[in-house]
């Protein structure tokens, strides 16, 4: 099991913006696809977006952040980063990373072979 260690996440006001990270030891991050994931209280976890391997493009981003989410990798540093800007209270989850070895979708939870701790935003009205 490859360890994926995030970021602590915290309590902000809406409208605030928070940079979430997601870092490994694992020399093959620069392999991998990465997403992230949340889940809120009383629900299903589901897919925020991710980014592919190659070159670090963003390939798939959930349409209720579209415009205020940004996802970006450095592959020297082995992180790859969730930037939350406009931040709601209905963003209020547990944010959890992932890495995937294989070429899929990657907005699927079966498309990722190793996961993050979690991390926990809240925000406030």
């Known amino acids: 099991q490859v360890p994926l260690v995030q970021s602590r996440g915290g309590l902000v006001q809406s409208g605030d913006s928070l940079t979430l990270s997601c870092t490994t030891s694992?020399?093959?991050?620069?392999?991998?696809?990465m997403g992230w994931f949340r889940q809120a209280p009383g629900k299903d976890r589901e897919f925020v977006n991710a980014?592919?391997?190659?070159?670090?493009?963003?390939?798939q981003t959930a349409d209720f952040v579209k415009g205020r989410f940004v996802v970006d990798r450095d592959n020297d540093k082995k992180t790859v980063y969730l930037r939350m800007n406009s931040l709601k209270p209905e963003d209020t989850a547990v944010y959890y990373c992932?890495?995937?070895?294989?070429?899929?979708?990657?907005?699927?939870?079966?498309?990722?072979?190793?996961w993050g701790q979690g991390t926990q935003v809240t925000v406030s009205s």
């Open positions: 992932a890495a995937g070895v294989r070429q899929t979708r990657m907005d699927r939870e079966g498309d990722y072979d190793y």
């Open positions: 694992s020399r093959s991050f620069k392999t991998w696809n």
């Open positions: 980014i592919n391997r190659d070159v670090g493009v963003p390939v």
